[in-house]
């Protein structure tokens, strides 16, 4: 199942090894030519008839994650966040360490042994270590290093109504969209960039977009449902079941009008439910790739996530099936001649 | 290297002044200092000096690799003559307004440098309520003990200035003085050039003196988009160890380059460059961080469509303030590691760097 | 320049949205320039031939104003907002009873639920209310997605001053079509950009835009907010007192053959002017300085009272002086 392989692939920002590999695998034999760069990033190319033009889709491999930073004496871990994590999600979690998956665990102080006081405040990075089971700084040296990064470990599994839990769904939900349009023949030339490091800055973005000078680029990304308790309407981003988001603001871009409203457009005619993202939070490759070279027209659609960047993440499987249907008939739009820039 | 007396040139460039986009001064010095090395020198539209040394390897094929070592420091800018002719100053760069109570400046005024020195409140009319908090920069003045007409005659908003401070030598090869950050990498550049006349070298080396870093990098990203090297390395300073210092990201002075690993580099730059120091039987550390270094090769990673970024840095305790002190053996050794690796490098290794896939 | 300013003040073009702004001077300007086009963003680049050998020389001045996000519409027809840009770090109490209108000439006032204290304000009890009744009346004027900026009349104060909404940077744009039409035959290519979204990022429009025109000079035209005004944050700049070179601003040093070059053409002119030092505002030459290879960049502010608020005040005398110091540089640009 492909949301299965993408998601319990490890790619922590800057170390994308196994799931560049596992997205290489998927799209190889349905696509004209696969490379990367020198920052890890990977692109698939279908020519089509080579007329037309040239669209990039874009959505990025890295996931937020943690990296041993040292090791105590007594053989626990000390880490740090890759990407941004907020802390209380780290207490009481299994994470998986390095290329051999070493199993850890994220402990803390029992309830018994805190005070009341204490009990109210979150534990902080400084006090947490990760357990591999080890007594002593030479015994976990013989398995980890510092410098090594840890994913958690969340598997995939589909439950409630047609939802699916997982870990990084941000963004491997945007990376299975365009393993699913690699399967497809298009007229104009499409290219499918798996970009590296986005949550530490969105740093892949900018040099995929410089080097393939797409006409048009579309950025498929996970983006924050906000549809749970505790959260007033207007400050809900998206929410489950609703449809592919479509992106307005976020910290990095003021979304093309015109794009948005043909995205629009194209979902209607094709009956595809859709929302808006009515956050201005966050940010994205399109913050990057809309401000390449003399600029470049840019959109993003996203699928709700809910738990984004936490160990446990959900998606409505509907909307990722709505997400992929609208990019593919976005695509024909294209191809028809149907966008004008 | 003791030919080129490389340690005095940056004793020299340590006690000389050039705060963030006023290098110029920096740069003259270290153009005369390059004159043993090259003589093909050129200044860029950011500022940056760019210095070639040509390699062995056939035109067509032979491979660049660009060596980004920042030329500015940090320091102050006047904003305000008060009346009485005292100056008001902001920061440019990371100056933390504590390290420059007390101090001697010089005020670079168009006709000549000023000295002034950085005045507070004298202790007996200070409260101990106020000697408790730290004094913020918009509260310190300088004082030139000159007349008010005087000082608006000479003096201009605008004006750069620096702390007044020569180097001092300290026990066991230690150096302490201002903007030792990034003098002293720019002395390691120097080594490494001096080093590399023992070698045979394939790749054209561009040693660049980067502009504007403390304000952001500046004038790194056009330097390499520019130069389009295919390995571009900074070298900048990282903090010494000292009690307070976090454990994981300090490192003792003496022991060696620190050699960066971390997504704002290139692993495989990161292991040549740790691979040339075991070769050599050099001590090193490894210097690991996530997310951005806070040095020139954030910037320069991105540029275009990628140029592979490695970061080698010179531990220095007291970061940002006068007293600044490095090992003078950690830069000498740096210049040494870079020089050993680049020599290294052929048109199949920089090839490499982009291939990450496995069949 | 000052028909020209009023009108451009009262005309709306919140960040990301500046069409309407954009065809006023896509129209001002079309007499007095060999090309005119819009970029992929919105910026409008309008050039002129210079003499055979010359350089290329950029002036930008921006078109946007802050501006506010519809992001969703209440059931009984109240608009709420998020603030983008300017708005997003001032305080939120500043907007409330704000008249507000939309790029399609729809416009409101801004209010807010009850609270305990003025601090208590934030984006999340503002709404903006357009008369509607109910959302589906709404959805007639406003979608969300929509962007609204501050409305207000512009009038003439004490001879020689404006007042209005927007001036930053509306002031330097009248600036820039200003010297557009003193330059009948320049030295020099030159490209006058008007750019779109300097309020966010320290400006998003002007290095696309610069990436496109590949100048070897490039002089910003913004604005600078005034000490000279009781209790003012401490600020040298005056209003009168000419156009301010820039020397700093957070993200860009100007260079010191640059600055020496505004200051000698500003004396050998004798053009009225004055040095900013503004460490904690943006504009956009830090951006087109470090972008590339690198671009030399100069800056040139207006004085401005009151800026980011419904009442910006400029003094034309500082408009005029800087047009004739823009004009000045252009023409005698002579470095490397």
């Given at each position: 199942?492909?949301?299965?392989?993408?998601?319990?692939?490890?790619?922590?920002?800057?170390?994308?090894?196994?799931?560049?590999?596992?997205?290489?695998?998927?799209?190889?034999?349905?696509?004209?030519?696969?490379?990367?760069?020198?920052?890890?990033?990977?692109?698939?190319?279908?020519?089509?008839?080579?007329?037309?033009?040239?669209?990039?889709?874009?959505?990025?491999?890295?996931?937020?994650?943690?990296?041993?930073?040292s090791?105590?004496?007594?053989?626990?871990?000390?880490?740090?966040?890759?990407?941004?994590?907020?802390?209380?999600?780290?207490?009481?979690?299994?994470?998986?360490?390095?290329?051999?998956?070493?199993?850890?665990?994220?402990?803390?102080?029992?309830?018994?042994?805190?005070?009341?006081?204490?009990?109210?405040?979150?534990?902080?990075?400084?006090?947490?270590?990760?357990?591999?089971?080890?007594?002593?700084?030479?015994?976990?040296?013989?398995?980890?290093q510092p410098g090594?990064?840890?994913?958690?470990?969340?598997?995939?599994?589909?439950?409630?109504?047609?939802?699916?839990?997982?870990?990084?769904?941000?963004?491997?939900?945007?990376?299975?969209?365009?393993?699913?349009?690699?399967?497809?023949?298009?007229?104009?030339?499409?290219?499918?960039?798996?970009?590296?490091?986005?949550?530490?800055?969105?740093?892949?973005?900018?040099?995929?977009?410089?080097?393939?000078?797409?006409?048009?680029?579309?950025?498929?990304?996970?983006?924050?449902?906000?549809?749970?308790?505790?959260?007033?309407?207007?400050?809900?981003?998206?929410?489950?079941?609703?449809?592919?988001?479509?992106?307005?603001?976020?910290?990095?871009?003021?979304?093309?009008?015109?794009?948005?409203?043909?995205?629009?457009?194209?979902?209607?005619?094709?009956?595809?439910?859709?929302?808006?993202?009515?956050?201005?939070?966050?940010?994205?490759?399109?913050?990057?790739?809309?401000?390449?070279?003399?600029?470049?027209?840019?959109?993003?659609?996203?699928?709700?996530?809910?738990?984004?960047?936490?160990?446990?993440?959900?998606?409505?499987?509907?909307?990722?099936?709505?997400?992929?249907?609208?990019?593919?008939?976005?695509?024909?739009?294209?191809?028809?001649?149907?966008?004008?820039? | 290297m003791s030919e080129w007396n490389i340690r005095e040139t940056m004793k020299q460039l340590m006690t000389a002044?050039?705060?963030?986009?006023?290098?110029?001064?920096i740069?003259?010095l270290i153009?005369?200092a390059l004159a043993p090395f090259t003589?093909?020198?050129?200044?860029?539209?950011?500022?940056?000096l760019?210095a070639k040394v040509?390699g062995e390897?056939?035109?067509?094929?032979?491979p660049s690799v660009l060596l980004a070592a920042h030329m500015d420091e940090?320091?102050?800018?006047?904003?305000?003559?008060?009346?009485?002719?005292?100056?008001?100053?902001?920061?440019?760069?990371?100056?933390?307004?504590?390290?420059?109570?007390?101090?001697?400046?010089?005020?670079?005024?168009?006709?000549?440098?000023?000295?002034?020195?950085?005045?507070?409140?004298?202790?007996?009319?200070?409260?101990?309520?106020?000697?408790?908090?730290?004094?913020?920069?918009?509260?310190?003045?300088?004082?030139?003990?000159?007349?008010?007409?005087?000082?608006?005659?000479?003096?201009?908003?605008?004006?750069?200035?620096?702390?007044?401070?020569?180097p001092f030598e300290l026990q066991f090869d230690r150096i302490a003085g201002k903007s030792l950050d990034n003098r002293a990498s720019v002395a390691s550049v120097f080594e490494c050039l001096a080093e590399l006349k023992k070698l045979r070298t394939e790749a054209d080396v561009y040693a660049v003196f980067t502009?504007?870093e403390e304000?952001?990098?500046?004038?790194a990203?056009?330097?390499?988009?520019?130069?389009?090297p295919d390995i571009a390395i900074a070298i900048d300073v990282t903090f010494g160890e000292m009690?307070?210092a976090p454990a994981d990201a300090s490192f003792p002075l003496g022991s060696g380059p620190a050699i960066f690993y971390g997504?704002n580099c290139h692993r495989k730059i990161s292991q040549g460059l740790t691979m040339t120091a075991e070769r050599l039987n050099m001590a090193y550390e490894r210097e690991i961080v996530?997310?951005?270094s806070g040095t020139d090769a954030w910037?320069m990673y991105?540029?275009?469509?990628?140029?592979p970024t490695g970061l080698v840095s010179i531990p220095v305790r007291y970061m940002h303030s006068?007293v600044e002190t490095v090992c003078y053996r950690d830069i000498e050794q740096t210049g040494i590691l870079l020089a050993h690796y680049i020599s290294g490098i052929d048109?199949?290794y920089?090839?490499?760097l982009?291939?990450?896939?496995?069949? | 320049?000052?028909?020209?300013?009023?009108?451009?003040?009262?005309?709306?073009?919140?960040?990301?949205?500046?069409?309407?702004?954009?065809?006023?001077?896509?129209?001002?300007?079309?007499?007095?320039?060999?090309?005119?086009?819009?970029?992929?963003?919105?910026?409008?680049?309008?050039?002129?031939?210079?003499?055979?050998?010359?350089?290329?020389?950029?002036?930008?001045?921006?078109?946007?104003?802050?501006?506010?996000?519809?992001?969703?519409?209440?059931?009984?027809?109240?608009?709420?907002?998020?603030?983008?840009?300017?708005?997003?770090?001032?305080?939120?109490?500043?907007?409330?009873?704000?008249?507000?209108?939309?790029?399609?000439?729809?416009?409101?006032?801004?209010?807010?639920?009850?609270?305990?204290?003025?601090?208590?304000?934030?984006?999340?009890?503002?709404?903006?209310?357009?008369?509607?009744?109910?959302?589906?009346?709404?959805?007639?004027?406003?979608?969300?997605?929509?962007?609204?900026?501050?409305?207000?009349?512009?009038?003439?104060?004490?001879?020689?001053?404006?007042?209005?909404?927007?001036?930053?940077?509306?002031?330097?744009?009248?600036?820039?079509?200003?010297?557009?039409?003193?330059?009948?035959?320049?030295?020099?290519?030159?490209?006058?950009?008007?750019?779109?979204?300097?309020?966010?990022?320290?400006?998003?429009?002007?290095?696309?835009?610069?990436?496109?025109?590949?100048?070897?000079?490039?002089?910003?035209?913004?604005?600078?907010?005034?000490?000279?005004?009781?209790?003012?944050?401490?600020?040298?700049?005056?209003?009168?007192?000419?156009?301010?070179?820039?020397?700093?601003?957070?993200?860009?040093?100007?260079?010191?053959?640059?600055?020496?070059?505004?200051?000698?053409?500003?004396?050998?002119?004798?053009?009225?002017?004055?040095?900013?030092?503004?460490?904690?505002?943006?504009?956009?030459?830090?951006?087109?300085?470090?972008?590339?290879?690198?671009?030399?960049?100069?800056?040139?502010?207006?004085?401005?009272?009151?800026?980011?608020?419904?009442?910006?005040?400029?003094?034309?005398?500082?408009?005029?002086?800087?047009?004739?110091?823009?004009?000045?540089?252009?023409?005698?640009?002579?470095?490397?």
């Amino acid at each position: 199942m492909l949301l299965k392989r993408l998601t319990e692939a490890s790619g922590p920002s800057g170390h994308e090894d196994e799931i560049r590999q596992v997205i290489y695998e998927e799209v190889r034999d349905h696509v004209d030519r696969v490379y990367t760069d020198s920052l890890g990033n990977l692109y698939a190319e279908k020519d089509g008839k080579g007329t037309g033009p040239k669209v990039m889709l874009c959505a990025h491999m890295d996931e937020c994650a943690v990296m041993i930073s040292s090791v105590d004496a007594n053989g626990l871990l000390q880490f740090r966040h890759v990407g941004g994590l907020d802390d209380r999600v780290l207490l009481a979690k299994p994470v998986l360490i390095g290329e051999k998956r070493i199993p850890g665990v994220i402990g803390s102080k029992p309830p018994h042994h805190q005070k009341g006081t204490e009990r109210s405040k979150p534990v902080s990075l400084e006090q947490l270590r990760i357990d591999i089971g080890a007594s002593t700084r030479e015994e976990a040296l013989q398995h980890v290093q510092p410098g090594d990064v840890a994913v958690f470990a969340t598997t995939y599994e589909e439950f409630g109504a047609n939802c699916a839990k997982s870990k990084s769904f941000d963004d491997r939900v945007g990376c299975a969209v365009l393993v699913e349009m690699a399967k497809l023949s298009f007229d104009m030339p499409v290219v499918l960039a798996f970009t590296v490091q986005e949550e530490i800055g969105l740093r892949g973005a900018g040099p995929a977009a410089y080097r393939v000078q797409p006409d048009i680029a579309l950025v498929l990304e996970g983006t924050l449902a906000s549809d749970t308790p505790g959260t007033v309407v207007h400050a809900r981003a998206t929410a489950l079941g609703q449809g592919p988001a479509l992106s307005l603001v976020d910290g990095s871009s003021i979304h093309n009008r015109k794009f948005r409203e043909h995205m629009m457009k194209v979902a209607e005619e094709n009956g595809i439910p859709y929302q808006m993202r009515n956050t201005t939070a966050g940010g994205n490759d399109a913050g990057r790739i809309h401000l390449t070279r003399e600029g470049i027209i840019s959109g993003v659609v996203s699928v709700p996530v809910r738990y984004i960047h936490a160990p446990a993440q959900i998606i409505s499987l509907g909307d990722y099936e709505n997400t992929v249907r609208l990019t593919e008939k976005f695509l024909r739009s294209v191809e028809q001649g149907g966008f004008q820039r | 290297m003791s030919e080129w007396n490389i340690r005095e040139t940056m004793k020299q460039l340590m006690t000389a002044s050039g705060i963030s986009g006023h290098e110029a001064g920096i740069a003259d010095l270290i153009k005369e200092a390059l004159a043993p090395f090259t003589t093909d020198v050129r200044t860029d539209r950011a500022g940056n000096l760019i210095a070639k040394v040509a390699g062995e390897g056939t035109p067509a094929t032979r491979p660049s690799v660009l060596l980004a070592a920042h030329m500015d420091e940090i320091g102050l800018m006047v904003t305000k003559i008060e009346g009485g002719g005292f100056l008001r100053v902001t920061n440019v760069g990371g100056v933390d307004p504590r390290t420059q109570v007390a101090q001697e400046v010089l005020v670079h005024a168009a006709d000549g440098d000023l000295l002034g020195i950085v005045g507070s409140k004298p202790p007996h009319l200070t409260s101990a309520e106020e000697r408790g908090k730290a004094a913020p920069l918009e509260e310190l003045f300088i004082d030139l003990a000159l007349p008010d007409s005087v000082v608006r005659e000479k003096v201009r908003v605008g004006d750069p200035v620096t702390i007044r401070r020569t180097p001092f030598e300290l026990q066991f090869d230690r150096i302490a003085g201002k903007s030792l950050d990034n003098r002293a990498s720019v002395a390691s550049v120097f080594e490494c050039l001096a080093e590399l006349k023992k070698l045979r070298t394939e790749a054209d080396v561009y040693a660049v003196f980067t502009t504007q870093e403390e304000r952001g990098r500046v004038g790194a990203g056009p330097a390499a988009y520019g130069i389009q090297p295919d390995i571009a390395i900074a070298i900048d300073v990282t903090f010494g160890e000292m009690p307070g210092a976090p454990a994981d990201a300090s490192f003792p002075l003496g022991s060696g380059p620190a050699i960066f690993y971390g997504a704002n580099c290139h692993r495989k730059i990161s292991q040549g460059l740790t691979m040339t120091a075991e070769r050599l039987n050099m001590a090193y550390e490894r210097e690991i961080v996530m997310g951005d270094s806070g040095t020139d090769a954030w910037a320069m990673y991105v540029q275009r469509a990628g140029i592979p970024t490695g970061l080698v840095s010179i531990p220095v305790r007291y970061m940002h303030s006068s007293v600044e002190t490095v090992c003078y053996r950690d830069i000498e050794q740096t210049g040494i590691l870079l020089a050993h690796y680049i020599s290294g490098i052929d048109h199949a290794y920089v090839e490499g760097l982009s291939c990450y896939l496995k069949d | 320049m000052k028909e020209w300013l009023l009108q451009l003040a009262e005309t709306c073009g919140p960040t990301g949205h500046e069409d309407n702004v954009r065809e006023v001077l896509r129209e001002l300007a079309a007499p007095y320039a060999d090309e005119i086009r819009v970029d992929v963003l919105g910026n409008l680049i309008a050039t002129k031939k210079g003499k055979k050998g010359g350089k290329r020389l950029m002036l930008l001045a921006h078109m946007d104003e802050p501006g506010l996000m519809v992001n969703h519409i209440e059931h009984d027809g109240f608009l709420r907002i998020a603030p983008v840009g300017v708005y997003a770090n001032l305080p939120a109490g500043y907007l409330i009873s704000q008249r507000v209108e939309f790029p399609n000439g729809t416009v409101g006032v801004i209010g807010s639920g009850a609270v305990k204290s003025p601090g208590d304000v934030s984006p999340l009890t503002l709404f903006i209310d357009i008369g509607s009744a109910s959302r589906e009346e709404a959805e007639q004027k406003v979608r969300i997605g929509d962007f609204c900026a501050l409305k207000q009349a512009a009038f003439e104060l004490g001879g020689n001053k404006i007042v209005g909404k927007a001036l930053d940077s509306r002031a330097s744009c009248v600036v820039a079509l200003e010297v557009l039409k003193r330059l009948e035959s320049p030295e020099h290519d030159i490209a006058v950009v008007f750019s779109v979204q300097q309020g966010v990022s320290g400006g998003r429009g002007a290095k696309p835009a610069a990436f496109a025109v590949d100048p070897d000079f490039g002089l910003v035209l913004d604005a600078v907010q005034t000490g000279d005004t009781p209790g003012a944050m401490r600020s040298e700049i005056r209003l009168g007192n000419g156009p301010a070179i820039k020397l700093l601003d957070k993200a860009v040093v100007v260079q010191p053959q640059i600055k020496n070059f505004m200051i000698q053409q500003a004396q050998a002119g004798q053009v009225k002017h004055q040095l900013e030092v503004q460490p904690h505002r943006t504009s956009e030459a830090g951006g087109i300085f470090a972008h590339s290879a690198g671009l030399p960049v100069g800056a040139l502010s207006v004085p401005i009272r009151y800026s980011a608020t419904g009442s910006e005040l400029v003094d034309l005398r500082d408009l005029e002086a800087a047009a004739e110091l823009s004009v000045r540089i252009l023409e005698q640009y002579n470095l490397s």
